[in-house]
């Protein structure tokens, strides 16, 4: 029995220790706010596939991947491109400078004065590739091996610093572990077959280690789109070949994470420059750790918009890569009258066995800014938690769509009940936080949506939030009380 996990659970909903007897009894007796905290003490052994970061601790961890394309931002472009992008090894190691930079702020004293403890995974290929290894002098069978093998301890790495940051939460430190690439990048650099047979060899699933292991992923977008003066010191064929390279290998990158729950772009279009660059990636991991009041020091803050679709049909053709989920919300009772939201998510992306469960927390607004904090939840946890639904609001059901357009991430969702054929999409956007205005202008967001699709903004009409779709139909009690009973362990 593992010790109750309080990452991002309030005090208020927080309860005294209790038996596992006591618990189921007093959870399914007595749904209500106070329980949410003590159907959570109920936990369970991992699975290999299972988050790292479901487990227990008393104070909060996240965990969060840095990606990107060549000269993004990236040690990485030193290494694991090596083979790709060979000509522009000067330029690269000009990336690693930048790269440094960024973990520098990073490993300020910004988190530390804000009680958070910093860990930064060093980048396994790097490291590897380091020690003399060329992809030049490799077969195809020594090329496996090489990424079967970085695959193993990168993952090795990652979990030493994530058992470090539970130990820490043992003790009350809080802890960010940003983790320099992360376990999808290695498929940018083989063939799809390649991949899945490794991931099979090793035993791991793909829609596990892209959406369970990491709360936040950052994709820093290569210099060779949106930025190319720092690939152009000379003006010739090869340097220009050098660009097509780059971008190709940014977007294959960039697709591999696509379906992560939280997957933020940085693109070179939306900044001035590299520190600028830089300031994107703070905003997103301090917004991750729900410090979203922090955020204006840094200048633009990236605020979720929404949009009402027309005319939208999930069968027709679709232009893009994207990825199919079945998504399930419940709304958990509240009786604190404080305005606090809680709900869990059940998310299962189509033709795929595994399931992502988290808990988000929406707070009152703070500074006419949103508030959230999420974590994941292990199965027993979902389990426990889903006891508590809110009686007055209905499960949310809706078919959702992953992709990506012009180096931003959209998330598309067609609900199925309640508000049937309700279609609405979902992005972030940049705007001036200490401008007059909190939200850009028309023509500026219209410039970033897909032009393929017709929409409308809705973002501050609040009978499109979802908390406001939950209450339109009130959950039957014949399904509340199956709700009771429903049991995840078989999953």
Not at 306 to 325: G, H, I, Q, T
Not at 339 to 355: P, Y
Not at 378 to 394: F, G, I, K
């Amino acid at each position: 029995m593992g010790a109750l996990d309080k990452r991002n659970i309030p005090s208020r909903v927080r309860a005294p220790h209790k038996t596992p007897k006591q618990e189921a009894s007093h959870i399914v007796g007595s749904p209500g706010p106070a329980q949410v905290a003590e159907a959570l003490a109920i936990s369970n052994a991992m699975s290999p596939n299972e988050s790292p970061i479901d487990d227990s601790a008393t104070a909060p961890f996240k965990v969060i991947c840095l990606t990107g394309g060549p000269c993004g931002g990236k040690t990485s472009s030193l290494a694991v491109c090596y083979l790709w992008l060979f000509k522009l090894m000067a330029l690269l190691l000009i990336a690693l400078l930048l790269w440094r930079h960024i973990f520098r702020y990073l490993e300020s004293n910004l988190f530390q004065s804000l009680g958070w403890k910093v860990y930064r995974v060093p980048e396994t290929a790097t490291t590897l590739l380091n020690g003399g290894v060329h992809f030049s002098e490799l077969n195809d069978a020594q090329a496996y091996s090489f990424q079967k093998s970085l695959l193993q301890t990168m993952l090795t790495i990652e979990n030493t610093y994530i058992e470090l940051a539970k130990l820490n939460g043992e003790r009350g430190q809080k802890t960010v572990v940003i983790c320099d690439r992360g376990a999808m990048d290695p498929s940018a650099y083989m063939s799809r077959a390649a991949w899945l047979q490794m991931l099979k060899e090793l035993n791991l699933d793909e829609v596990a280690i892209r959406d369970n292991r990491y709360d936040c992923v950052i994709h820093l977008v290569s210099a060779a789109k949106g930025a190319e003066a720092f690939y152009t010191l000379e003006n010739n064929q090869a340097r220009s070949e050098g660009l097509d390279a780059a971008r190709e290998l940014d977007a294959t990158v960039m697709t591999a994470w696509l379906g992560h729950a939280s997957l933020q772009v940085i693109d070179n279009t939306s900044v001035s420059n590299f520190a600028e660059k830089c300031d994107r990636v703070v905003q997103a991991v301090l917004t991750r750790l729900g410090l979203v009041a922090d955020v204006g020091r840094y200048g633009k803050h990236v605020r979720k918009h929404k949009f009402l679709v027309k005319n939208f049909a999930l069968d027709e053709p679709f232009p893009v890569s994207y990825r199919d989920f079945n998504v399930e919300h419940i709304y958990l009772v509240n009786t604190s009258g404080d305005g606090m939201q809680i709900r869990i998510r059940r998310r299962e992306e189509i033709g795929s066995n595994e399931v992502h469960l988290s808990m988000t927390i929406r707070h009152p607004e703070v500074d006419g800014q949103r508030v959230e904090t999420r974590r994941n939840l292990t199965p027993r946890e979902y389990e426990a938690l889903r006891a508590q639904a809110d009686p007055s609001r209905a499960i949310i059901s809706k078919k959702r769509r992953c992709f990506l357009h012009n180096d931003r991430y959209f998330q598309l969702d067609v609900y199925l009940h309640p508000g049937s054929g309700l279609t609405l999409l979902e992005t972030y956007l940049d705007f001036d936080f200490h401008g007059p205005s909190a939200s850009t202008s028309s023509d500026a967001i219209s410039d970033r949506l897909p032009d393929w699709l017709d929409v409308e903004e809705v973002t501050d009409d609040k009978k499109y939030s979802m908390f406001t779709i939950a209450g339109s139909v009130p959950l039957d009690a014949k399904l509340a009380k199956k709700l009771s009973r429903y049991d995840l362990g078989n999953r």
